[in-house]
């Protein structure tokens, strides 16, 4: 295996955030343990209400994270019920999010070569949630269950920073909610306690520069859409 990065590492913090992107496809490279641990060690700098820092993780690899690739595999192979304690997306979709939801998902799907109707072409890109895309890095997220709406705006944050650290390092990520869909499954090979919600998981590595669907960029609403300037 070549030892170059796969992308070069960002060498500022407005580069690591604008080069971020959800990768789908990873080298069979191992992320060092030290360089993983400097990661999510800086990631831990995350504001956080009173400094509570609500998080907790299981970053698992080599022989755990094919068993539990294997396990989650199995449970969508199995058409498993989902297991999700919580609602991530809408209820009820409506515009401009239901638009925006179906252009990044038709923009993958056809980079991926899935044509539009294809159930079973979906359900396989959707699976490969649950091998984490192939990368060398699982990582599990979950937070106390009697902990309130605010410190889950502190996790993204500290999802964030995960994401742009890695980045930082020339390594990729892919935040994924659907890990949570499996979580008794999380909960068996991970020893993860029933006080504890699984919020979601999230694939790192070296992004495959191969995988077509890493060639996805999804678009960005300009200011004018969400921003309300209040000046002079």
Known sequence: MPE?????AAGSAAEAIASRRSIRGFLDRPVP???????????????SGSNIQPWKLHAVTGAPLARLKAALMAAHDAGAPSQREYEYYPTAWREPYLAR??????????????????REGGLRQQGRNFDFFGAPVGLVFTIDRDLEQGSWLDYGMFLQSIMIAARAEGLDTCPQAAIANYS??????LGIPATETVVCGMALGWADPDE????LVSERAP??????????
């Open 184 to 189: 008794d499954v999380l909960r068996r090979e």
């Open 212 to 215: 077509p669907a890493n060639r």
């Open 4 to 8: 170059q990065e796969s992308r070069p």
């Open 223 to 232: 200011l004018q859409d969400f921003v309300t300037f209040h000046a002079d």
């Open 33 to 47: 343990r030290p360089m993983l641990e400097a990661i999510l060690a800086l990631a831990a700098r995350a504001p």
């Open 101 to 118: 939801r179906r252009q990044v998902g038709w923009q993958l799907y056809a980079l991926a070569g899935v044509a539009r109707g294809d």
